[in-house]
T-cell receptor, first 113, second 116 residues
Framework: QKEVEQNSGPLSVPEGAIASLNCTYS??????FFWYRQYSGKSPELIMS????GDKEDGRFTAQLNKASQYVSLLIRDSQPSDSATYLC?????????????FGTGTRLLVSP | NAGVTQTPKFRILKIGQSMTLQCTQD?????MYWYRQDPGMGLKLIYY???????DKGEVPNGYNVSRSTTEDFPLRLELAAPSQTSVYFC???????????????FGNGTRLTVT
């Protein structure tokens, strides 16, 4: 089982719709969860972080965390063509007393005008 | 505030050549990471460091070496370049990722490496 898993997509949604991106992880004691957005040829940029069960909203973005199910998701409301990018889920994984951030393979989102 | 600085931005190597990718950060972060990203793929962890003098392997360490003599610098060494190492390399840093609110990664702009 991969440490962090995402559907690679592409996920296609029309402009104005809600895009739902999902991520599962293997380490039951993980505490920190992040969503990064990456445009083609650019570095990943942090868009959301979540540390507690439940929802966290920031503008058009909502992150949802369910530690019991080891599941984290990202909702993008009122999707815009500029949201078209690859979205990377990252989770902290414990490793012999140290922590490291592990990324999923990313989900490519395409928002059509 | 420069953040995370990587050099060079681009490099073409011949098979068997060696090179060092430089990474420096000025945020006093104790954790530093090297990732590689192949076309259309996610980020794979090569090596990471939890502080000066302490490094550990990630998912794909073969063919690479690292050192961490200072808090600021975390160079990645390729000793015998192979075509399979053609990729984009990202350096990143953070505070302790095990401590919530201290752990988001700050990325450099990447190094695009081609081995032919």
């Amino acid at each position: 089982q991969k440490e962090v898993e995402q559907n690679s997509g592409p996920l296609s949604v029309p402009e104005g719709a809600i895009a739902s991106l999902n991520c599962t992880y293997s380490d039951r004691v993980s505490q920190s969860f992040f969503w990064y957005r990456q445009y083609s040829g650019k570095s990943p940029e942090l868009i959301m972080s979540i540390y507690s069960n439940g929802d966290k909203e920031d503008g058009r973005f909502t992150a949802q965390l369910n530690k019991a199910s080891q599941y984290v998701s990202l909702l993008i409301r009122d999707s815009q063509p500029s949201d078209s990018a690859t979205y990377l889920c990252a989770v902290n994984i414990s490793n012999r007393g140290f922590q490291k951030l592990v990324f999923g393979t990313g989900t490519r989102l395409l928002v059509s005008p | 505030n420069a953040g995370v600085t990587q050099t060079p931005k681009f490099r073409i190597l011949k098979i068997g050549q060696s090179m060092t990718l430089q990474c420096t950060q000025d945020m006093n972060h104790n954790y530093m990471y090297w990732y590689r990203q192949d076309p259309g793929m996610g980020l794979k962890l090569i090596y990471y460091s939890v502080g000066a003098g302490i490094t550990d392997k990630g998912e794909v360490p073969n063919g690479y070496n690292v050192s961490r003599s200072t808090t600021e610098d975390f160079p990645l060494r390729l000793e015998l370049a192979a075509p399979s190492q053609t990729s984009v390399y990202f350096c990143a840093s953070s505070y302790n990722p095990g401590q919530p609110y201290n752990s988001p990664l700050h990325f450099g702009n990447g190094t695009r490496l081609t081995v032919t």
